[in-house]
């Protein structure tokens, strides 16, 4: 299975400010999922980043208040912009290798904003 | 659209005793079903899947898992608890005949084992 590793695992921030997450695979992999966990919740799919084509968001997110790059098939980054107290929650990178989708995540970035 | 219901928010459960974590689906085609495990401050731990034949599916840990059809059930058992079974659980499904839909997720149900 993948390791995949997400920086920053957590972090206190500002009203206003922004924050870039990255998530790093051991492996190649072609899609790769962004998912926000919000407090005692479920977690659900900001967006689908695939190498070499734009993020595909869902429902309810937007590219200006969530940033995705996807520069190559081992990393990726996402972007909280403008963050209000709302957007304080875990941030889970994950990416499917068995094609059938058996998801691997990582250890997730927990945001706290104040 | 898919979907999935985990109708328990808390299981409790004493330790040694059998476990079950419900989940039903829906889907328009036929699902692809997973569960997951969440350790506290941890990620997403995958613990088995169905993806087709056997409808009993063994995983980690000691977990089993049996697809109903015409239930549209995908409960999660395991034998004997252990306190280190404490822990989140989450069902979620894929609808294998939609493309690459991404996966959908339960929302949990708190799963507490006690000594």
């Known amino acids: 299975s993948a390791v995949i590793s997400q920086k920053p695992s957590r972090d206190i921030c500002q009203r206003g400010t922004s924050l870039t997450i990255q998530c790093q695979v051991d492996?190649?992999?072609?899609?790769m999922f962004w998912y926000r966990q919000q407090p005692g919740q479920s977690l659900t799919l900001i967006a689908t980043?695939?190498?070499?084509?734009?993020?595909?968001?869902e429902s309810g997110f937007v590219i200006d208040k969530f940033p995705i790059s996807r520069p190559n098939l081992t990393f990726s980054t996402l972007t909280v912009s403008n963050m209000s107290p709302e957007d304080s929650s875990i941030y889970l990178c994950?990416?499917?290798?068995?094609?059938?989708?058996?998801?691997?995540f990582g250890e997730g970035s927990r945001l706290t904003v104040l | 659209a898919q979907s999935v219901a985990q109708p328990e928010d808390q299981v409790n459960v004493a330790e040694g005793n059998p476990l079950t974590v419900k989940c039903t689906y829906s889907v328009s085609g036929n699902p692809y079903l997973f569960w997951y495990v969440q350790y506290p401050n941890r990620g997403l731990q995958f613990l088995l899947k169905?993806?087709?034949?056997?409808?009993l599916v063994k995983g980690s840990y000691g977990f089993e898992a049996e697809f109903n059809k015409s239930q549209t059930s995908f409960h999660l058992k395991k034998p004997s608890a252990l306190v280190s079974d404490s822990a989140l659980y989450f069902c979620a499904v894929r609808d294998y005949n939609s493309g690459n839909t991404p996966l959908v997720f339960g929302k949990g149900t708190r799963l507490s084992v006690i000594a």
């Open positions: 169905y993806i087709t034949g056997d409808n």
């Open positions: 980043a695939n190498q070499g084509s734009e993020a595909t968001y």
């Open positions: 492996s190649q992999v072609t899609m």
């Open positions: 994950s990416v499917d290798q068995g094609g059938v989708g058996e998801l691997f």
